[in-house]
């Protein structure tokens, strides 16, 4: 089918360049850079989205030289690239890549990199105007941000901006986030601090806002008259990989609620703000977030459900437990699955409970929210086939596919009163047609044209840790039973499930 308006556009069909800078990407030589962010600048220059004057500079802790990084970077595009390279792209962009081998502790790194920003500033015009991409152990930002400010670097002066994007996490409870708010704002003006959540540069996700404030149908039914409950699934049908270095101390809850589900969370439960400029956004998103219940310790044993995955199969893959794999300890207390009720305390949404769910190694990888509404009444019904009909769905589909599904029921022909679920679809890809992303494209777009509005503000950050703070204090204290308690390739612990039917609903079945 084809879009009826035909209007698909958005930043990335019509938009303009972005200003003339240079992109410092610390931790040049990681697994983000290689995977992500190369290939989202890439996809950025076939757009038509990056300026003429424009350079990046490599920054990370190996020897090497602009020749060297060119050619590792060209290798490395062949492999993550989201579509064909296409060589004269590739040379003008591989024209602009340069490279500085340093300490982050080091304060003559520092030194070093300003020589290379004056001199990209020199041959490819780029105007002394800088963001900083801190792509590193997140131990690091706090000091990064610290050392680029006593080499003068983040000053904006005569025009020129000066840009940090913080990658996740974002500490690792209140307290330490807090505190790195506190010391990287103590060198940066918060315009200046875009914390990155690249659950925001999904397509989807910014879908949800024109989604409910561009039709005037959804808005009445958006509340607790209506709707009975929201459930919000991210499932990753991948273990934990060679990642338990890292989610060893993490877990689930830090990994995934606080910030992806939130901000999700957030953008369903918002307020209409007064514009989509980023502050009045990022007002609505905050006072929803400040709305959530805490939940208090007593409590977490009833809101909460932790799990983590046992031996198991996904489709043909025999996936060995979290226990069993490379670098986890074979007691480990982590969980890999959490499941939480919570309520938002305010006029729109009192006594509605929002599900939410995420874990490794399930049965399928899939994000969705689906919002289902209250039941009709039945009385018409009372004796017929058609007396327990299911609720209506309204799906959001944000990955693998992305689209917008309502359920309703319908009369099944034939004699007998009888009624089906039936499905109203909408994909994306269908309607507008597609390019493959990375997800980082928007987001650095975005920053580079100074707009913050998909980015997490220090507020939001910090709520996102109240809430989450109180769980993470009772599953230390308590060690928890029964791990593992669900099979890798299921939808998580019997727990979850009984979260809803203790409130006499189910889990959305998803195929
Ligand atoms: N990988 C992903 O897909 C992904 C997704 C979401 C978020 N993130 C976040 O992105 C950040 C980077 O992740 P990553 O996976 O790319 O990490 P990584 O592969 O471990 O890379 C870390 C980089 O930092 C450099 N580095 C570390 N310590 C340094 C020091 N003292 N001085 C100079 N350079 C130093 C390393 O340089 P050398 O190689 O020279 O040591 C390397 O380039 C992390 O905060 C992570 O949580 C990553």
Redesign the pocket.
């Known amino acids: 089918m084809q879009s009826r308006s035909g209007d698909a556009s958005g930043p990335d069909q019509h938009g303009r360049p972005a200003n003339p800078c240079t992109i410092v990407i ?8 290689k ?2 962010l190369i290939p989202a600048l890439y996809n950025l220059s076939k757009g038509k989205l990056l300026p003429k004057e424009f350079a990046i500079i490599g920054f ?3 020897e090497g030289s602009d020749a060297a990084v060119r050619e590792q970077l060209a290798k490395d595009i062949r492999e993550y690239a989201t579509g064909a390279v296409d060589p004269r792209l590739w040379n003008w962009f591989e024209e602009r890549l340069h490279y500085v081998g ?4 080091d304060p003559k790194s520092y030194e070093k990199l300003k020589e290379a920003l004056a001199k990209a500033d020199k041959q490819h015009g780029t105007r002394g105007n800088y963001l900083f991409y801190l ?4 131990g ?1 930002f706090a000091e990064i941000v610290q050392q680029l400010g006593n080499a003068g670097l983040t000053a904006e002066e005569n025009g020129q901006w000066r840009r940090v994007i913080v ?3 974002f500490g690792r409870d209140l307290d330490s986030a807090r505190a790195l708010n506190g010391a990287i704002g103590g060198t940066l003006s918060e315009n200046q601090i875009y914390r990155i959540d ?1 659950y925001l540069g999904k397509e989807t996700v910014q879908n949800i806002l024109v989604f409910r404030f561009s039709n005037g149908i959804f808005e009445p039914i958006w509340n607790r008259q209506y709707i009975d409950h929201v459930q919000i699934t991210v499932a990753e049908s991948v273990g934990v990989e060679q990642r338990a270095g ?1 989610y060893e101390t993490s877990g689930a809850l830090r990994d995934m609620v606080q910030n992806h589900l939130f901000q999700l969370l957030a953008l369903i439960a918002m307020e209409p703000p007064i514009s989509f400029e980023a502050e009045a956004v990022r007002d609505e998103k905050a006072k929803a977030l400040r709305s959530v219940q805490p939940i208090s310790p007593e409590d977490v044993l009833k809101c909460a459900v932790r799990g983590q995955y046992g031996d198991g199969m996904i489709g043909s893959n025999a996936i060995p437990a979290y226990r069993s794999s490379p670098g986890v300890n074979p007691s480990s207390n982590t969980e890999s699955f959490v499941a939480l009720k919570l309520f938002i305390e305010n006029w729109r949404w009192a006594g509605v409970p929002f599900y939410l769910r995420t874990g490794k190694a399930m049965k399928r990888r899939v994000t969705e929210i689906a919002i289902q509404f209250k039941r009709a009444p039945h009385v018409l019904f009372r004796g017929t086939e058609a007396e327990h009909v299911p609720a209506n769905f309204l799906v959001l589909h944000i990955q693998p596919r992305e689209g917008i599904s309502l359920s309703f029921q319908a009369k099944v022909p034939g004699p007998v009163v009888r009624a089906g679920a039936v499905d109203m679809e909408f994909e994306y890809s269908k309607y507008f047609g597609s390019d493959p992303t990375t997800g980082y494209e928007t987001l650095l777009y975005d920053c580079m044209l100074g707009d913050a509005t998909l980015f997490q503000r220090a507020d939001t950050v910090e709520v996102g840790w109240q809430v989450v703070t109180p769980i993470l204090d009772v599953w230390a204290a308590l060690r928890a039973r029964g791990f593992p308690n669900y099979a890798a390739g299921s939808w998580g612990p019997d727990e979850a499930a009984e979260l809803l039917e203790q409130d006499g609903r189910a889990w959305r079945k998803i195929d």
């Open positions: 610390f931790g040049s030589s990681g697994d983000l850079t995977r992500k990370a802790r190996s340093g300490n982050f502790n792509a590193t152990p997140p690091l990658e996740k996490p690249h890292y």
